[in-house]
């Protein structure tokens, strides 16, 4: 290209442009690289961070980078957390800026922010993108989060997202093979805090966590779409080392939280009967383990102590999932079977001895369609199948 005005005016010209047919097309260079990066970056983020989508002359790093990077859906919520803990922060650092997503959504809380990152080239990649995304003022530090801890100044909330890939490449979740070690670092981070807030694995076991981090006022389950994000930890020396945190479970469809103390007290109510209405409760809700404050809270009978469903007779429409009207229920018998062959529908197993794949290549049952099947044991361990519609509310 002639000069970076043709070089923008091309990639603009090209955003939607299937990368590899262009990549055909380009000569070998350096521009050529760019180029594509950019395409490319430009097209994942349309998706994960729409309102970045109209930002003229944002610059994107490698495709891993972007892959790791929050979605807005998630680092909007980090934000509301930031707002309510620290209504009139003055200041905000994170030590693993990245690309700097959850970065631009927590500092615009705060009257100054610090973004610390040890990889160079996303370090000077975010000296490009910072002027562009309405930051307060902003030190952008190269550096390793260990090493700007030692001397950093007392902030209102400090950030961290250890990286979860280990020199292999490997994913991780375990907080002692992340990079920083947290653990390691645990007894400082809270000293250069009022709030640390930690992005950690949806894998990472949550009573495991709490062995190994105290101080923890909040641990925030974060689903999108049916699936568990992010697992969110935030702690402060003001809590108590012993106190028990408060767990919130998030969806687009609704907010749920509890203590795990209420989940120890809850009595479960057991179904002696499928009744009119299946609830299958979010994956968050599932990951924080609220199996028997749903009864308590809701209204609703759980189908057996291992199998994490619940009915009701009248329908609960806040319930934290999904919400179905039951069709019918079976046994499994081929002859209970026979009559589902060829059938359009999305299968389902819980707590049963066999996978969905394995279930619908057996019964013939063709994937998609309105129609759910729930592969599941009832209270007296018998194998049902539950066939219900989603409800819309």
């Not at 959850?102 to 000077?124: P, R």
């Not at 495991?208 to 999108?224: C, D, I, P, T």
């Not at 009864?295 to 189908?303: A, S, W, Y």
Request: proline share 5%.
């Amino acid at each position: 290209m002639s000069n970076s005005q043709d070089l923008k005016a091309f990639i603009q010209s090209h955003r939607n442009d299937d990368v590899n047919a262009l990549a055909l097309k380009l000569t070998t260079g350096a521009d050529t690289a760019f180029i594509l990066r950019q395409v490319e970056g430009w097209q994942r983020l349309s998706h994960k961070v729409p309102s970045w989508n109209e930002i003229e002359d944002l610059h994107y790093p490698v495709r891993l980078s972007l892959e790791q990077c929050s979605s807005e859906a998630t680092a909007r919520y980090k934000q509301t957390i930031a707002e309510r803990l620290c209504p009139s922060g003055k200041s905000f650092a994170d030590l693993t800026g990245g690309f700097g997503v959850d970065f631009a959504f927590l500092a615009c809380n705060f009257k100054h922010a610090t973004y610390v990152e040890q990889n160079a080239e996303l370090c000077s990649l975010f000296h490009h993108n910072a002027p562009l995304l309405n930051l307060p003022p902003t030190d952008i530090v190269e550096s390793q989060a260990d090493t700007f801890l030692k001397t950093m100044p007392l902030v209102d909330l400090l950030f961290l997202d250890p990286a979860r890939r280990n020199e292999a490449g490997k994913k991780v979740a375990a907080l002692a093979d992340c990079s920083p070690d947290v653990t390691a670092l645990w007894d400082t981070l809270l000293t250069k805090a009022r709030y640390v807030m930690l992005k950690l694995s949806p894998m990472l076991d949550i009573t495991a966590m709490l062995r190994q981090l105290n101080h923890v006022k909040e641990v925030h389950v974060v689903g999108s779409q049916g699936e568990c994000k992010e697992l969110l930890c935030v702690a402060t020396k003001e809590t108590p080392a012993k106190d028990e945190p408060i767990i919130y479970c998030s969806d687009s469809s609704f907010a749920f939280h509890f203590c795990r103390e209420e989940e120890k007290r809850a009595t479960p109510v057991f179904a002696q009967s499928i009744g009119t209405y299946l609830y299958d409760p979010a994956t968050s809700v599932l990951k924080a383990g609220a199996f028997h404050l749903l009864c308590q809270r809701h209204g609703v009978e759980k189908l057996s102590p291992g199998t994490h469903l619940y009915t009701s007779d009248k329908l609960v429409k806040d319930f934290p999932g999904r919400t179905f009207h039951i069709v019918s229920s079976t046994g499994c018998s081929k002859q209970d079977i026979r009559p589902l062959r060829g059938l359009q529908a999305n299968l389902a197993v819980r707590n049963f001895p066999a996978k969905a794949e394995e279930l619908r290549a057996k019964w013939h049952i063709k994937d998609g369609g309105n129609t759910y099947l729930f592969a599941c044991q009832d209270l007296q361990g018998k194998k049902m199948l539950i066939c219900a519609e989603r409800c819309s509310f």
